[in-house]
């Protein structure tokens, strides 16, 4: 969720706590204050029939046009002691005038005459109904709510969007950059000091790996090539040395193992070089490739390598399926996930490759778990521990795939390794 869209929803639930707590307070303190006028209405007139009824003088009659109502009857000490003396309560009265039954305010009164008898004086007022009350007043503050909540909203809205206009233009500053292939000056003037803080501490950090990412493919393809003549200086010589005959098959043994170790070091060496050349985009140029022909002539040089491992691989070509790349590298890309299916299946296990007119996809048993689909296309991640492997093969699918504007994906489907370049 965006940080606008939460700051709108925290001030809309914030906003409408508070409405409902005022107007919840708005309505008791009417009713109150209706309650305590119509009160002191039913405390004069209870006073006026009492005052008459114990000086014995005529009372009004028991229901008035105005539709007052009380009423007087004899009740005994015990009762009286039983209960308050004065009680307010609202509750439905039958008006004789009207026929009907209406709201009214009630008020039951208990008082001793002079001769020590207890009356019970219950006098009555309509009122209001406050049911209908409720439904208007609820009604009224909904739209009142609706009102301010719109209302408030839509300036929140703005003036928050208009304060983050400067976050805003730097987060898709940072979203178009990538690193190692330029990018445009930070244009983003702002008044706010914390976001011009922020502008200058993106601007040195996006610097600094700009320079470091330099320095390192400047190493790295340095290193790289001054290697190669050592390595080749030191094959020679172990292989001039294997044809001493004064030798001993336990120091031949050994020599043929350093001859394999040097052998995997000048192929991650030859690999790294690559991944630097296409890191500088140095590799461009391209010609119209089949892969079908491609792969055609390059499978059986593997079967042939792995043939112990009793591999049965299936080829289901529907349709030819033509990129634009270097054929060099189109048959690197090949070569290697072809290498990849082999080295790291089981003995006596599968290999289904399926290829279409937009995608070609290599499928291998071997584990029976996923890889790690966001590190295996990493440098010098292996999958196994197979050691025959300088774990680069993947990383350069992944760089000739980019440099070249293809996609490689990897998944794990009906316990089969499957990763598939396409368009």
Sequence with gaps: MKLLHIIALRISLLT????????VLFYYEIMAEVNDEVDDSLEDYAEMIVIRFVRNEELPTASSGSNNQF???????????????????????????????????????????GEGEFYELEVSTPNI????????????????????????????LWSIRRTMRPLHNLLQWIKNYKIGEGYSPLNNPTKISEF??????????????????????????????????????????????LDDTTLTPKQMEEIIKTRQTLDRLARMNRSLLLLTKLDNKQIVTGTKICVNDNLTKLLPDYQMVYQTKNISVTLNSKENFYIHIDESLANMLIANLLKNAFIYN?????????????????????????????LIFERFYHGTSNT??????????????????????????????NFTVHL
Aim: net charge neutral; charged share 20%.
């Design 346 to 374: 089981t003995t006596g296990g599968i290999i289904n490759i399926t290829i279409d007119s937009r995608s070609i996809s290599i499928a291998n048993t071997g584990r029976q778990e996923p890889l790690d689909k966001d």
């Design 388 to 417: 025959s492997s300088t774990g680069l093969g993947l990383s350069v699918v992944k760089a000739i795939c980019q440099n070249y504007g293809l996609s490689v994906d990897y998944k794990f489907i009906n316990q089969m390794h």
């Design 129 to 156: 109904d406050k049911q209908d009350l409720r439904e208007a007043i609820l009604i009224l503050i909904l739209c009142l709510f609706g009102a301010i909540l719109l209302s408030i909203l839509a300036l929140n």
């Design 196 to 241: 011009r803080t922020l502008n200058n501490t993106v601007k040195e950090s996006i610097n600094n790996a700009e320079l470091a990412y330099e320095k390192q493919k400047l190493f790295v393809g340095n290193a790289s090539h001054e290697m190669q003549t050592p390595l080749a200086i030191s094959n020679s010589r172990l292989e001039a040395l």
């Design 71 to 113: 009423f007087i009857k004899k009740i005994t000490q015990e009762q009286a002691n039983s209960q308050e003396r004065i009680r307010y309560h609202d509750r439905e009265v039958y008006l004789e005038a009207k026929k009907e039954f209406e709201p009214a305010r009630v008020l039951t009164y208990v008082f001793e005459n």
């Design 16 to 23: 409408i706590t508070i409405l409902m707590f005022w107007s």
